[in-house]
């Protein structure tokens, strides 16, 4: 009978101790951003392009495929700032408007600064593992600038614009952490961002904590060899010899090459899907897909049929594919038109994750309606600027979108007005037939230039 008893009361204790641990990654969703880097909208399969994406097209069948959808700039750095702080750039302490420069001696002292909160920051102070994987460029030179800086446990990846692609370094600079700390690294930096999410996703299956991994790639952007001829650094396309084998049907050479990054690119999500699904995590996982801005022209990109490119506010500049899967919270092989942002991603997340913002102050709009239910997000204004670029050879841009209609002035001063409804190629400026709206738009222009700047 005691040992009746005895068996009894071990059971209820081994029933307890099962109901008060802690669950193995908490109920809450996990986030994996899967950002790239200067690929256009015309670069991605299931967006029209001939460049070969299955397992990029393969998130978009088991997800919500968005056809309006917008970075917070034209340019990397100002993206990277507004997507991980949910704010304008042109609310930046350092007016990272443009790109940060490596090599600058100016830019050695500018970046994102503290109290300028990162999605990161807010999820790990309410629990989350958190890890960016892959590109930087939110500043370089010193600690303070780095990732584990600001709110990343784990840093993995470059500080740089760019990065050779075999030796990880900027021209001849070593730009490659470990954390806090440079390390030598050798290989394919396509393959060795990848293999880095493969070995944190594994840790996660038996994490007691939820997790954001932020995974930048740098491709397709191109890499930044060395000159040993001319002492110095130069833009490369960097292709392996069996990626460009798989796109030999593109005729011109550097859209060839630059499909040949791809391809690599899209192996590498691929093989982190898997990981996800065979680690038991996809289903609890949130997963967005998008790029930073628009394609470069110049080196192989496309965002046909749109107008522009990448440092430009045209469309082509600025409207990138974005995807996101959720298994049984957002509907498989859907598309939706509404207006959206990269800003709108740190309310969204932040409300999923249950992490308070109400001390913050976001520019973007919480979304999650839309993603599990198909609310539409209503109305939306939109204000870009791209800043003056001398290195660069770039001047000021900005532009506002407000419902339907985008009042554009590019580096020049020339100006122009479309309706996006209608002309969403940008072919019509309307400043002559719609005067009262040109104005109006110009004059909200003025307004938030001023509003926004810090």
């Given amino acids: 009978m005691q040992r009746q008893h005895l068996r009894w009361y071990l059971i209820c204790f081994l029933l307890l ?12 969703p996990n986030f994996l951003i899967i950002f790239t880097d200067d690929q256009g909208i015309h670069d991605v399969g299931c967006y029209g392009s001939e460049i070969p994406t299955p397992n990029i097209d393969h998130l978009a069948k088991e997800g919500l495929l968005f056809r309006q959808y917008y970075s917070a700039s034209a340019i990397c750095t100002p993206s990277r700032f507004g997507l991980l702080t949910g704010r304008n750039p042109s609310r930046s302490r350092d007016q990272l408007l443009g790109a940060l420069m490596f090599m600058s001696d100016v830019d050695q002292n500018r970046g994102i600064q503290p109290g300028e909160t990162t999605i990161a920051e807010v999820l790990q102070q309410n629990g989350y593992q958190t890890a960016l994987l892959g590109k930087w460029h939110l500043g370089h030179g010193t600690e303070s600038f780095l990732p584990v800086s600001h709110g990343f446990d784990l840093f993995r990846g470059h500080t740089g614009g760019c990065i050779d692609y ?13 954390n806090r700390q440079h390390v030598t690294e050798n290989g394919y930096a396509t393959d060795l961002i990848t293999e880095e999410a493969e070995h944190f996703l594994k840790d ?8 954001f991994l932020f995974l930048a790639y740098n491709a397709p952007h191109f890499g930044k060899g060395w000159s040993p001829k001319a002492q110095e650094p130069v833009n490369i396309m960097q292709p392996r010899g069996d990626d460009l084998k798989r796109v030999s049907f593109i005729k011109d050479k550097v859209r060839r090459e630059f499909a040949a990054m791809t391809v690599a690119l899209d192996d590498g999500i691929g093989r982190v899907m898997s990981t996800l699904k065979n680690n038991g995590l996809d289903e609890n996982t949130v997963v967005i897909f998008m790029t930073d801005h628009g394609g470069d022209y110049v080196y192989g990109g496309s965002n046909q049929p749109f107008r522009g490119g990448k440092a430009t506010l045209f469309e082509g500049g600025i409207r990138v594919p974005f995807i996101m899967r959720w298994p049984g919270k ?6 939706t038109s509404e207006v959206t942002w990269a800003l709108d991603l740190f309310p969204t997340i932040c409300r999923l994750a249950d992490a308070d913002t109400s001390g913050l102050t976001l520019d973007g709009r919480d979304i999650s309606t839309l993603l599990t239910e198909q609310k539409p997000v209503g109305s939306r204004e939109f204000y870009w600027q791209l800043g003056p670029h001398q290195e660069l050879d770039r001047g000021r841009w900005t532009a506002v979108r407000q ?8 580096a020049q001063g020339a100006e122009f007005l479309f309706d996006l409804k209608t002309d969403p190629s940008e072919k019509q400026n309307l400043i002559k037939t719609e005067p009262e709206k040109y104005q109006a738009l110009q004059q909200r222009r003025d307004e938030l230039a001023k509003t926004l700047s810090p």
Avoid at 17 to 28: D, F, S
Avoid at 330 to 335: Q, R
């Fill in 330 to 335: 957002i509907k498989a092989g859907t598309e």
């Fill in 17 to 28: 101790i099962t109901l008060v641990k802690p669950l193995p990654a908490a109920e809450r």
């Fill in 204 to 211: 996660q299956r038996t994490a007691e904590k939820p997790f």
């Fill in 166 to 178: 075999f030796t990880m370094t900027y021209g001849n600079i070593p730009d490659w952490y470990h």
């Fill in 403 to 410: 419902g339907d209609w985008k009042y554009l002035e590019d």
